[in-house]
C-alpha cells in the first residue's frame, strides 16, 4: 500500500527553522516525484518544493527560495523540507504527496499528484 507520512511541524517564532519529513512507503523514490504543498486558511493550496530522484532536478517556488531546501534519503524513503528564516506567511498544513516521475518540475498541478500524506501544522509567529 502507497503510504506518506508526514512530520516535523509545529510552533516557531519568525526567524526560526523546521525541518519536515515525508516518509513514503509502497515505492521507491526513484519511481516518483515528491511535492510538498502548503494549504492557508481560506486559501487555495500551492505548490512549495518538489524534487526527482530519477532525473536529478528540484524545484521551488518563488516565495521560499534561498529559504527552504527540499532533499531526499533513499535508503530511509524519506524527503526532507529544511525550512530556515520563516515567517508568517509560511503559516499553513503542509503536504507532501507523489506523482510519476517527470522531469517538468515547475508547475506542480495538484491534480497530478496520485498520493497524499495526511499534512502537518506549521505555525509561524511574529
Known amino acids: 500500500e502507497v503510504q506518506l507520512v508526514e512530520s516535523g511541524g509545529g510552533l516557531v517564532q519568525a526567524g526560526g527553522s523546521l525541518r519536515l519529513s515525508c516518509r513514503v512507503s509502497?515505492?521507491?523514490?526513484?519511481?516518483?516525484?515528491i511535492g510538498w504543498f502548503r494549504q492557508a486558511p481560506g486559501k487555495e493550496r500551492e505548490g512549495v518544493s518538489c524534487?526527482?530522484?530519477?532525473?536529478?532536478?528540484?524545484y521551488y517556488t518563488d516565495s521560499v527560495k534561498g529559504r527552504f531546501t527540499i532533499s531526499s534519503d533513499n535508503a530511509k524513503n524519506t524527503v526532507y523540507l529544511q525550512m530556515n528564516n520563516l515567517e508568517p506567511e509560511d503559516t499553513a498544513v503542509y503536504y507532501c504527496?507523489?506523482?510519476?516521475?517527470?522531469?517538468?518540475?515547475?508547475?506542480?498541478?495538484?491534480?497530478?499528484?496520485?498520493?497524499w500524506g495526511q499534512g502537518t501544522q506549521v505555525t509561524v509567529s511574529s
Open positions: 504527496a507523489a506523482r510519476r516521475s517527470t522531469y517538468e518540475m515547475s508547475d506542480m498541478v495538484l491534480n497530478e499528484y496520485d498520493y
Open positions: 509502497g515505492f521507491t523514490l526513484d519511481d516518483y516525484n
Open positions: 524534487i526527482s530522484k530519477r532525473f536529478g532536478i528540484t
